[in-house]
């Protein structure tokens, strides 16, 4: 039975001196171009949120590592005997591999990091209801921009409204993290504060969506206030004074379109979108958003901007 998986595919790859995923994949492919390690798999392994199934993937990993022993020994085999033998194997000191295993570890982390954040980087065109009593029913646009700064965590965001009071400007933190992406935004010299809590981010990222929370900027109190929020990346930052409430029975796609993102069956895409920003729980339960629901969204957008791309 397989164990230590996560901790093995650190030590190979401290090893051999590979940084990103990539490489080490690549690392795979070299003792075998048609092995089952993959990159998309190899980040669970590494994680620890699952092992290889495939015993080949241990054949090729005994060859890449150069051991007399089976790949079978490599699945099954204790941490300490596994390190001990390819430390006898290359030569290495096991303290040394260990120091440069956790080095290694941090640094590919803050290496994929950085790439999520230029990943994320970008303008959007933001879709939401109106927390407003006095606007109830109604969706409001909002321009939310990303930029990543240095560091692994460097990320920010600015958020703004354009209300019938003046522009509303938040700004605050990025988090990424495995099960979401979260930003809690502050309006500068004021007092409101908003909460976005997203579906993690995916590649080619067209789209971000999930919960903003946050109070009544429009009322007569202060109205703690949920909803959903639709994110749709843009290729050149909407106009300074797009924005506010969109005209009641006003088409999402059409609005789309005047900035860029001209998206094919706009009726349909309308209906699927209006969906999405109103349906929530009608059981009584938490308010959580069904994460096919989401997807079926997330697949439109991304063959759109997979079409359009180079």
Known sequence: MAQHIAQKLRLTAALLGTVARKDLAAAFRGVNPKTAFDLGRADKWLQGRAQPRELSVY????????????????????????????????????????????????????????????????????????????????????????????GAHGLTAAYREVLPTGQLQVGGLVSPAKRG???????????????????PHSRPGSVLGGYMVGGAIIGPEPQPSLTRILIVRLRDPAPEAWGGYLPPDASIARDLASLGVAIEQP??????LAQFLVGDSKDGGASQIPPAEFRSILD???????RHSG
């Not at 640094?107 to 109106?130: D, F, M, P, Q």
């Open 300 to 306: 439109v957008f991304d063959r759109h901007w997979l």
């Open 59 to 150: 054949d090729d990993w005994s060859k890449l590592l150069k051991l007399e022993q089976p790949g079978a020994w490599i699945a099954e085999s204790d941490l300490p005997g596994f390190t001990a033998a390819i430390c006898a194997r290359h030569g290495v000191e096991r303290a040394e591999l260990e120091r440069r295993a956790g080095a290694h570890f941090e640094t590919a982390s803050g290496h994929e990091e950085r790439i999520l954040g230029l990943a994320l980087a970008g303008t959007y065109a933001c879709y939401s209801h109106a927390l407003s009593p006095y606007y109830r029913g109604r969706l409001i646009r909002g321009s939310l921009s990303i930029e990543a700064g240095p």
């Open 267 to 272: 009726e349909m895409v309308d209906r699927q």
């Open 181 to 199: 992406l979260y930003a809690f935004l502050k309006e500068t010299g004021g007092d409101a504060h908003f909460f976005l809590c997203l579906f």
